[in-house]
């Protein structure tokens, strides 16, 4: 299976910060690479698709980069709604997989 | 807009079965692809399989072969998973999905307890 390794896992940060959330694949995994939201007690929420492709209704402020096993999520003005948890999911190669999150949390 | 629409809680007990439906409005259900997940409150997510709703063809998470069948009834738009043989490890949130991921539904708790 395919090890996908966030970091870092908690990222401490304020309202207006320009902030990168890391997602590294254990082997290639081309471009297939999502990046989610959830909040406490909700359903994921899917913020970009194959690696740089906005959600549609997901702010610009969103964005994401990458390929083969090294991929980023960047925030460029950190809102009051974004703090959560982010996960990044590999679709590649089954069993798809997720990394363990990192948790987006106010300084 | 798409919605995906889980159905309620369950409570079951230690070796029983429970059929989990997601039901979906605002797109083309029967030529799209359902992903199913698992997630324990507080942990990452996990890929149970995926169903293709136009023939039914279904891929696995091998961890989840034996545990969980797909189903689909393209006639109401809805979606299945049946999860069998429970025990206290498949305790958790359960969340139907549209294609790879895209949209969500809300989630269902499974708690499997005596």
């Known amino acids: 299976d395919i090890q996908m390794t966030q970091s870092p896992s908690v990222l401490s940060a304020s309202v207006g910060d320009r902030v990168t959330l890391n997602c590294k694949a254990s082997?290639?995994?081309?471009?297939?690479l999502n990046w989610y939201q959830q909040k406490l007690g909700e359903a994921p929420k899917l913020l970009i698709y194959?690696?740089?492709n906005l959600q549609t209704g997901i702010p610009s402020r969103f964005s994401g980069s990458g390929s083969g096993t090294d991929f980023t999520l960047t925030i460029s003005s950190l809102q009051p709604e974004d703090f959560a948890t982010y996960f990044c999911?590999?679709?590649?190669?089954?069993?798809?997989?997720f990394g363990a999150g990192t948790k987006l949390e106010l300084k | 807009q798409v919605k995906l629409q889980q159905s309620g809680a369950e409570l079951v007990k230690p070796g029983a079965s429970v059929k989990l439906s997601c039901k979906t409005s605002?797109?083309?259900?029967?030529?799209?692809?359902m992903s199913w997940f698992k997630q324990i409150p507080g942990q990452s997510i996990e890929w149970i399989g995926m169903?293709?709703?136009?023939?039914?063809?279904?891929g696995y998470n091998q961890k989840f072969k034996g545990k969980a069948t797909l189903t689909v009834d393209t006639s109401s738009s809805t979606a299945y998973m049946d999860l069998s043989s429970l025990t206290t490890e498949d305790s958790a949130v359960y969340f139907c999905?549209?294609?790879?991921?895209?949209?969500w539904g809300q989630g269902v708790m499974v708690t499997v307890s005596s």
């Open positions: 999905a549209s294609g790879w991921g895209d949209y």
């Open positions: 605002g797109y083309t259900f029967s030529t799209s692809y």
């Open positions: 169903i293709y709703a136009g023939d039914g063809g279904t």
């Open positions: 082997q290639n995994i081309n471009k297939y």
């Open positions: 194959n690696t740089n």
């Open positions: 999911f590999q679709h590649n190669s089954w069993p798809y997989t």
